[in-house]
């Protein structure tokens, strides 16, 4: 079944428009694909004036700025975390503009349309922490300190 994007053929008031003509092939809409964590996958579709567009099917990498030093990096999407969208699409690893994933970088929101741009082009949020150091078992460990009294 196609998704139609013409004109209604109620009014608001639920009065009917009279049609002026038929359904036309530039009105039919595409069906939403989502853009699912994996390996890279992308499709070509035709539109107007025979351009493309590139849809992501899979993502595996994310283009990842960080504001504070202006670089980008291309780094691993790990999972999403957050989508403002749907919170299904949390569960089912659907990303989409807006979104907030977790990349190997450190946590990142989603600023480009993969359905739309082909490409996942993130900022980051918080970096990754590197682990601090634990000190060795054997270590002595500190005395306790006794609280002071008033």
């Known amino acids: 079944m196609a998704l139609w994007q013409g004109r209604s053929r109620r009014k608001s008031t639920g009065g009917?428009?009279?049609p002026f003509r038929k359904k036309r092939k530039f009105?039919?809409?595409?069906?939403?694909?989502?853009?699912?964590?994996?390996p890279q996958k992308v499709k070509l579709?035709?539109?107007?004036?025979?351009?493309?567009?590139?849809r992501i099917l899979n993502a595996e990498f994310a283009n990842v700025t960080?504001?504070?030093?202006?670089?980008?990096?291309?780094?691993?999407l790990v999972t999403v975390k957050e989508n403002s969208s749907n919170p299904h699409?949390?569960?089912?690893?659907?990303?989409?503009?807006?979104a907030v994933v977790l990349t190997e970088a450190g946590l990142a929101k989603v600023q480009s349309r993969p359905g739309q741009d082909g490409v996942v082009n993130a900022v980051?949020?918080?970096?990754?922490k590197a682990e601090a150091p634990t000190p060795p078992k054997d270590a002595p460990k500190?005395?306790?300190?006794?609280?002071?009294?008033?």
């Open 66 to 76: 960080d504001p504070k030093t202006g670089k980008t990096s291309k780094s691993k």
């Open 124 to 128: 980051l949020l918080e970096a990754q």
């Open 45 to 54: 579709y035709r539109t107007r004036g025979k351009n493309q567009k590139v």
């Open 16 to 18: 009917r428009y009279r």
């Open 27 to 38: 009105e039919i809409g595409v069906e939403q694909q989502y853009a699912f964590l994996g």
């Open 89 to 98: 699409f949390v569960t089912r690893n659907i990303i989409t503009r807006g």
């Open 142 to 150: 500190p005395a306790p300190t006794t609280p002071r009294t008033a």
